[in-house]
């Protein structure tokens, strides 16, 4: 299984970008795909998840710094997952992280869920 994640770039402050991720390979269904933000010297933050199981179904995600301002969007059908990022601000820097959990096909045992992630993009806000 692969993530591309697409979309990072430079942005000006109050500015905005949309990322795209897509997983790829024997997956079954999806379970929820979002995304983690990344600093150097820092830990892997949520910025925004989405699910598609249970009595959760869609149910959408936030961390604090991202509410209002961020929206994560699902195509489950086609494995993707998107982040349309309004008024960013330059603590929104840092490599975002296509995160993934999938019901996946192990040879010799079925399907089974698992975690996924992408290579990562970068998005850097400064004026």
């Known amino acids: 299984v692969q993530l591309q994640a697409s979309g990072g770039g430079s942005v000006q402050p109050g500015g905005s970008l949309r990322l795209s991720c897509v997983a790829s390979g024997s997956i079954f269904s999806v379970n929820g795909m979002g995304w983690y933000r990344q600093n150097p010297g820092q830990k892997r933050d949520l910025v925004a998840m989405v699910t598609a199981t249970g009595t959760n179904s869609g149910a959408e995600k936030y961390g604090d710094s991202v509410k209002g301002r961020f929206t994560v969007s699902r195509d489950f059908d086609n494995h993707m997952v998107f982040l349309q990022m309004h008024d960013l601000k330059p603590e929104d820097t840092g490599v975002y992280y296509c995160?993934?959990?999938?019901?996946?096909?192990?040879?010799?045992?079925?399907?089974?869920?698992?975690?996924?992630w992408g290579q990562g993009t970068q998005v850097t806000v400064s004026s």
């Open positions: 995160y993934a959990d999938l019901e996946v096909l192990v040879s010799g045992t079925g399907w089974v869920p698992s975690e996924h």
